[in-house]
């Protein structure tokens, strides 16, 4: 059974930092595309980035660009997403999601909440 | 930056079909993907590559897609199939991927 575990949302202060994981399971990680995507509340998904199986490729959504950072330990089966500069806008539940096009599993979210 | 643009609602009364559009510059080179979303759950997928079904996906879910709109179409709606509905695809380049920003379907 496919398992995607999402931890490391809480609150933190605007301009602030929050490391996401997500650990893997229930499949061969490293055969797959990756994702990242976050919900504010009460507002459709949006998708802020993947990386390629080997890591060798990422991107990421205009908003998120020189403040987030995809990244991936294949040894490990897991996933990140190191977040920098946060801003209130930032706010929402994050999902871990296997797959780019298409995303086929998610993980059941993390909230992260920037506020003062 | 790319955008797919979805109606904000649909509703019909249960037994009707349901259409839901979404409209994208780059959807007649790029597949459109359909997610299920009910409240406080994750997403889940319902189409993929604009008109295939995943297992366990019931029937009455399907796909389309012509020019630059795809259509997610659901033949006999039920009350359970009550939800966000929303298009995921990507721009031209195969890099930016974006979600349409959503459909509540109302079904009663």
């Known amino acids: 059974e496919v398992q995607l575990v999402e931890s490391g949302g809480g609150l933190v202060q605007p301009g602030g930092s929050l490391r996401l994981s997500c650990a893997a399971s229930g499949f061969t990680f490293s055969s797959y595309w990756m994702s990242w995507v976050r919900q504010a509340p009460g507002k459709g998904l949006e998708w802020v980035a993947n990386?390629?199986?080997?890591?060798?490729?990422?991107y990421y959504v205009d908003s998120v660009k020189g403040r987030f950072t995809i990244s991936r330990d294949n040894a490990k089966n897991s996933l990140y997403l190191q977040m920098n500069s946060l801003r209130a806008e930032d706010t929402a539940v994050y999902y871990c999601?296997?797959?780019?096009?298409?995303?086929?599993?998610w993980g059941q979210g993390t909230l992260v909440t920037v506020s003062s | 930056s790319y955008e797919l643009t979805q109606p904000p609602s649909v509703s019909v009364s249960p037994g009707q079909t349901a259409r839901i559009t979404c409209s994208g510059d780059a959807l007649p080179k790029k597949y459109a993907y359909w997610y299920q979303q009910k409240s406080g759950q994750a997403p889940v997928l319902v189409i993929y590559e604009d008109s295939k079904r995943p297992s366990g996906i019931p029937e009455r879910f399907s796909g389309s897609s012509s020019g630059t709109m795809a259509t997610l179409t659901i033949s006999g709606a039920q009350v359970e199939d009550e939800a966000d509905y929303y298009c995921?695809?990507?721009?031209?380049?195969?890099?930016?991927?974006?979600f349409g920003g959503g459909t509540k379907l109302t079904v009663l």
């Open positions: 990386i390629k199986q080997d890591g060798s490729e990422k």
């Open positions: 999601a296997r797959g780019a096009g298409p995303i086929d599993y």
């Open positions: 995921y695809s990507t721009d031209s380049s195969g890099n930016q991927w974006v």
